[in-house]
């Protein structure tokens, strides 16, 4: 039969036939970055509000276990503290994002196979290939639905393919068979949440679980196909399956070629702390500013100009620092005016400024249908500005910073490691977790890298 007759199967057998041994040292070297990147981001996370929240949650869901819950003292069930440390990390909108599948892989990856590593008690080198199978899991599936998954329904992409990620992961780690995981598969695709984009557009703060409920089924659906709740084997491409459920126009041909592990390399890392969709325009405003040093009070009106998507974060006004996160204007007028789209231009006190919100109600954001063309393949912006004197400047961007043509270096990546770790643990132990990360492999036991993500009497 043809992949796209098989889509279940062939997922299922690269997840139970892949093993580290297998795997390129440039996918080996790019599952340590990611892991950086996300446990980093984990352990910001922990220390704000809503973490603090959700390890409430997490203690009082699941008083024991043996698995983590990144920047405290505490420990969960594997699934739990996936969940957590997925949700805590989620919320900050610094994790990786796939553009042509428009998944955020790392967000549900990681914590899932490292709860399950940390309480299986089994070796890096497990983790990793679990990692890189995760990764093409995920993108593949999101390939084969995109962007219909998006333009034409109202789901959230990564929280949809989220449990099919967790899927991967759990069922590699337990070392399940193709057939095993079939049924899996199967009991994750029933069980994926619908991830709604209005939570979203709000910037509700249940939008950050997505990622968390991903592996938490994920998880799940071992567990219970272990007890006889399996899922059908057509899962994926059936007639009432996955792929038809989610999208309107979708080509499980894309999920042929999986043995070639490379999901992994084409995900995209993000320098700046918002909604992906509009990296592609701050680079472009930057770039005015930077070229022919634009102000803000030079501003008359700008106009972005980008595809559809990123068009409906067009409000104006944001009213959480969530829905901050998702406004383009709010976001470009904060670059412009301090040159920068860090953590710290997503405050209260931001979304308060007067002078911030005056920028922002001069910016209209518009679909331009030449641009919609092109993604999603690309995520381009042209970002048009009208001085007051009279000029017009304009820039583009196709592809944002980060991407694989534009790729975040190893500097930059531990530069971006170190300001977010250290808002939970000290330095020495952030290089200490740093340097734990890049030499997985020689680990004696995954409790290495654990231990140093612990935070007692936090």
């Not at 329904?153 to 095993?180: C, H, M, W």
Request: one cysteine or more; charged letters at 20%.
């Amino acid at each position: 039969m043809p992949p796209q007759l098989e889509a279940t199967r062939l997922l299922a057998r690269y997840i139970a036939e892949t093993r580290y041994e297998a795997l390129p040292p440039e996918v080996i070297w790019e599952a340590k970055r990611r892991t950086a990147d996300v446990l980093s981001i984990g352990l910001s996370g922990s220390t704000t509000e809503l973490g603090k929240s959700i390890q409430a949650f997490a203690e009082e869901t699941s008083p024991k276990g043996g698995a983590t819950i990144w920047g405290s003292g505490a420990a969960a069930s594997a699934e739990l503290a996936a969940f957590t440390n997925s949700t805590m990390t989620y919320q900050l909108e610094l994790d990786d994002c796939h553009r042509t599948s428009h998944a955020h892989p790392g967000i549900s990856v990681i914590p899932t196979a490292l709860a399950i590593c940390e309480e299986r008690k089994l070796d890096a080198k497990a983790f990793l290939a679990a990692v890189v199978v995760g990764y093409e899991v995920v993108t593949r599936m999101g390939m084969a639905v995109s962007p219909s998954i998006y333009v034409h329904r109202v789901f959230l992409a990564p929280g949809t393919l989220a449990p099919l990620g967790g899927a991967a992961v759990a069922a590699n780690l337990y070392g399940l068979s193709a057939e095993e995981t079939e049924k899996v598969l199967g009991v994750a695709a029933f069980l994926s949440p619908l991830a709604l984009f209005e939570a979203f557009a709000g910037g509700a703060p249940i939008k950050n679980t997505a990622m968390g409920w991903g592996g938490l089924v994920g998880i799940w659906a071992v567990k219970l196909c272990s007890r006889g709740y399996f899922g059908p084997s057509t899962a994926i491409e059936g007639r009432f399956g996955y792929a038809k459920a989610i999208s309107d126009v979708y080509d499980l041909e894309k999920i042929a070629g999986l043995t070639d592990s490379r999901g992994i390399l084409n995900t995209g890392i993000k320098p700046y702390a918002c909604c992906r969709q509009h990296h592609s325009a701050i680079d472009a405003i930057l770039e005015l500013k930077g070229q022919h040093g634009l102000k803000p009070q030079d501003v008359k009106r700008i106009v972005v100009r980008t595809f559809a998507v990123a068009s409906r974060g067009s409000h104006q006004r944001p009213d959480t620092i969530a829905s901050a996160t998702y406004s383009a204007p709010f976001i470009l007028a904060a670059a412009l005016t301090t040159g920068s789209c860090w953590r710290e231009q997503f405050t209260m006190d931001k979304i308060n400024d007067r002078d911030l919100l005056a920028l922002a109600a001069k910016i209209e954001v518009v679909k331009d249908d030449e641009l919609d063309a092109l993604y999603d393949e690309k995520w381009p912006a042209i970002v048009e500005v009208q001085t007051n004197d009279g000029r017009l400047l304009s820039a583009r961007r196709d592809v944002p910073k980060g991407e694989p043509e534009f790729p975040v270096s190893d500097d930059e990546l531990k530069a971006k490691f170190t300001s977010i770790a250290t808002d939970a643990i000290d330095a020495a132990q952030a290089e200490n977790l740093w340097q734990a990360i890049f030499a997985l492999d020689g680990l004696d036991s995954i409790s290495e890298l654990t231990g140093l993500l612990r935070v007692e009497n936090c």
